[in-house]
């Protein structure tokens, strides 16, 4: 038998035992330090498809959750807005009761004061309702680049006299989840501008009766009367949006709180999967190390120098 071969041969497998198990050694140590069993798909082959699985989920739910608050957002600065709308409104009902008095009606400086503040209450209503609080209109439906409503005429002062809705006619519906969709960005004409219930109409109609300027065949009474009647049917429709929005918030908060929940358990599940089982790994440190001890003690003997002459 040739020793020195065999003596060669026997150093070469240590080396390469050295090798594996400092490999081995510096992957358990990883682990401890990172917490991270599984990084890619070589270090469990059999895990690492549940695990793909379970990150595309958090994925999935973590764009889920915010595009829920992005509605979630929306949604609430809608609710601002229709609550604005409705303020204006409380304080045109109060405008017309107080126009509707025998002192006002024949006070003329009375009823311009009264107009001029309606003025100023129509330039508000149509801010609100033109509101794009993420550089989108919250009231055109699906048109939701185009500002909604213009004045589309003015009186012979310059003041709004009609005003157009230029939106679509269909809502923005944002997709929650698997086969779920909530509206968002609603149509500004159905909820501004209903026959009867206009906003805009029934403001321009009480300023203009209190500057004398009354429909055919109608007394200042009855005009006032009627406006009165527009302004709470305009008010109803209004706090009907108001009730479906928060509604629709509602519906939001308890899928967020879902989503939460499947988050907590989709990140345990995949915690499970690629995180470190810190008790096994320091055991594998300790088996790796006390193997690389024997391979050294094994090496050291090979390169003893009295071996080596005897196999000289």
């Given at each position: 038998?040739?020793?020195?071969?065999?003596?060669?041969?026997?150093?070469?497998?240590?080396?390469?035992n050295i090798r594996a198990r400092s490999s081995e050694l510096?992957?358990?140590?990883?682990?401890?330090?990172?917490?991270?069993?599984?990084?890619?798909?070589?270090?469990?082959?059999?895990?690492?498809?549940?695990?793909?699985?379970?990150?595309?989920?958090a994925d999935r739910l973590t764009s889920y959750s915010q595009t829920v608050a992005d509605a979630t957002s929306v949604l609430n600065a809608g609710v601002n807005v229709l609550q604005d709308v409705n303020?204006?409104?409380?304080?045109?009902?109060?405008i017309a009761l107080e126009a509707g008095n025998a002192t006002t009606e024949g006070e003329p400086t009375s009823r311009e004061a009264l107009a001029t503040e309606l003025d100023g209450m129509i330039g508000r209503a149509l801010t609100a309702a033109n509101s794009r609080p993420d550089g989108k209109t919250l009231f055109a439906g699906t048109a939701f680049a185009t500002p909604p409503?213009?004045?589309?005429?003015?009186?012979?002062?310059?003041?709004?006299?009609?005003?157009?809705?230029?939106?679509?006619?269909d809502r923005t519906r944002t997709i929650t989840g698997r086969g779920t969709t909530v509206d968002t960005r609603y149509v500004g004409s159905e909820v501004?501008?209903?026959?009867?219930?206009?906003?805009?109409?029934?403001?321009i109609a009480l300023r203009d009766?209190?500057?004398?300027?009354?429909?055919?065949?109608?007394?200042y009474s009855q005009a006032i009367t009627q406006q009165?009647?527009?302004?709470d049917a305009a008010r109803t429709v209004v706090g009907e949006s108001v009730g479906e929005q928060a509604s629709n918030l509602a519906t939001l908060e308890a899928l967020q709180t879902l989503i939460g929940d499947a988050q907590l358990d989709t990140a345990a599940r995949a915690n499970e999967l690629e995180g470190t089982d810190f008790a096994e790994a320091i055991v594998k440190v300790r088996e790796q190390e006390t193997a690389l001890q024997a391979i050294y003690a094994v090496t050291a003997k090979l390169a003893d120098p009295g071996l080596l002459a005897f196999i000289g």
């Open positions: 038998m040739n020793l020195r071969v065999s003596s060669l041969t026997q150093s070469n497998n240590a080396v390469a510096a992957k358990f140590q990883e682990q401890i330090s990172s917490g991270v069993r599984v990084a890619r798909a070589s270090d469990d082959p059999g895990s690492y498809p549940a695990l793909a699985q379970a990150r595309a989920a303020d204006v409104l409380v304080r045109a009902r109060q409503f213009r004045v589309a005429t003015t009186d012979a002062s310059g003041r709004p006299a009609t005003i157009a809705y230029d939106g679509s006619t501004f501008q209903q026959s009867g219930a206009d906003v805009f109409a029934s403001l009766t209190l500057r004398g300027t009354l429909p055919v065949g109608t007394t009165l009647t527009d302004v």
